[in-house]
């Protein structure tokens, strides 16, 4: 074990749980860190962090690392080299693998699994309903004893309202969030086929079937009235539109206990980003880039801006990835056929510095949305996300630093990424994981 401390010194420390925004000096070790500490062992190692932030790990609420079952697109040991590229130290990751994670076996390997290679802390939103069919409900008390910090169907929501109510009903006996991919598949999916993006103009112009906003917005006022009525914990993944948006407001104004998270990609893009670079009219579905196909799609302008106000006005609680691997063979099938996704751990965090630079929120409410904003929506406030933990696990920025996105620079096993070309001001120079330093920047 090697419990050698290391000095980070003169950076500007940000721990939003504890509201720190101070240029100190900070020690980390393996359990822990320490900010202005009173004395320094000499064995420390000492780097000079003048004019980078100093946080606490990233917490990324929304993950696909494809293992078991779809490891050609990613896997826990590559997943984890890309969220410690980000800076991101604890994941959750989605139950759609093969198998399922629907079994307390499961979730307990799950978690175990990047022990063995110094990665990422992975806890696991478990299955809500059995193979994810969305009609037999799990055991909540067996898969939280098993170490499930949530239940969620992902990308097959529930969409039968009794099942929800029980699935609401043991969430809240067992204490365990509802995470729900927020779509009415019976308005997004027409004699199988699934609407590739949403509907505009770029949809209609390049002859592609089109998803209706409300098709996320019905499930999400479904969703609350039944979370209201069980008292139970409910999370909107990637919410992407002002009418979902405006009823998680309404309902945390109520009292409810109702979260929801933005993703980057509808934060800093909009539909006609879809459109492939270089295009002006588009009229066929070859006009339209695959790696600007995930879902929810990309939405219009007035959703983008519902979702930045949401970041000032505290109704989004966290920024999450839904990182999404696929393999480049995959996304080569076009933007009807290739599938749904993009991958966004390693830019997550310089994509929210956009809205600092821009003055649009400040450093500290950028970490809260990655830190202790996730952790409350778990339940783990104090434990994650914030130096008062016990982790050692740490995240340095430098928020000048400029850096493109090009495919060799991400260490993900798939390339999907939807800010491919683009040149970001500010990128994770180190991250500490448990006391070590496990990603830096050469």
């Not at 050609?72 to 990751?93: M, Q």
Request: aromatic share 4%; net charge neutral; proline share 5%.
């Amino acid at each position: 074990m090697n419990d050698t401390a290391t000095l980070l010194r003169g950076g500007r420390v940000l721990d939003a749980h504890r509201g720190l925004d101070v240029v100190a000096d900070v020690i980390v070790r393996r359990d822990g860190c320490t900010v202005a500490p009173d004395r320094v062992p000499r064995s420390a190692r000492v780097v000079d962090v003048d004019g980078c932030w100093v946080m606490p790990g990233l917490v990324d609420l929304q993950v696909h690392f494809r293992e078991p079952g779809f490891t050609h697109k990613e896997d826990l040991l590559s997943g984890s080299r890309a969220a410690l590229a980000g800076g991101v130290t604890t994941c959750i990751v989605m139950p759609n693998t093969q198998p399922t994670l629907d079994d307390p076996a499961l979730v307990r390997e799950q978690s175990a699994k990047p022990l063995r290679h110094g990665g990422v802390r992975i806890l696991v939103a478990a299955a809500a309903t059995k193979g994810l069919g969305g009609t037999l409900v799990t055991d909540a008390a067996a898969l939280k004893a098993a170490g499930a910090v949530a239940l969620t169907d992902d990308g097959l929501p529930v969409l039968d309202d009794a099942v929800m109510a029980a699935t609401f009903a043991a969430c809240r006996a067992h204490d365990l969030v509802f995470l729900q991919h927020a779509e009415d598949l019976r308005q997004t999916q027409v004699d199988g086929h699934h609407a590739p993006m949403s509907e505009s103009s770029a949809q209609r112009a390049a002859g592609v079937r089109g998803q209706p906003r409300r098709a996320e917005s019905d499930v999400v006022a479904r969703d609350i009235a039944l979370a209201e009525a069980a008292g139970a914990r409910y999370h909107v993944l990637h919410c992407s539109t002002a009418a979902s948006l405006a009823l998680v407001k309404a309902a945390k104004a109520r009292g409810a206990r109702v979260t929801c998270e933005a993703s980057p990609h509808h934060l800093l893009l909009t539909d006609a980003d879809v459109v492939k670079h270089g295009v002006t009219h588009p009229t066929s579905a070859d006009d339209l880039d695959p790696n600007k196909k995930m879902n929810p799609p990309l939405r219009d302008v007035a959703d983008r801006a519902a979702l930045v106000q949401g970041l000032v006005d505290g109704t989004v609680d966290s920024v999450a990835t839904d990182h999404a691997p696929h393999a480049a063979h995959e996304k080569a099938r076009g933007f009807v056929d290739g599938p749904f996704g993009v991958i966004g751990l390693e830019t997550a965090f310089a994509a929210l510095l956009t809205f600092v630079h821009d003055g649009t929120i400040t450093p500290l409410r950028a970490v809260e949305l990655m830190t202790s904003g996730p952790a409350r929506v778990l339940g783990m406030a104090g434990q994650i996300g914030t130096f008062a933990g016990d982790s050692g696990d740490v995240a340095v920025v430098d928020p000048r630093r400029p850096w493109a996105v090009t495919p060799s620079k991400l260490l993900s096993r798939s390339k999907n990424s939807a800010f491919l070309g683009r040149t970001f001001t500010g990128r994770v120079v180190q991250t500490y994981r448990r006391g070590l330093c496990v990603w830096q920047v050469v």
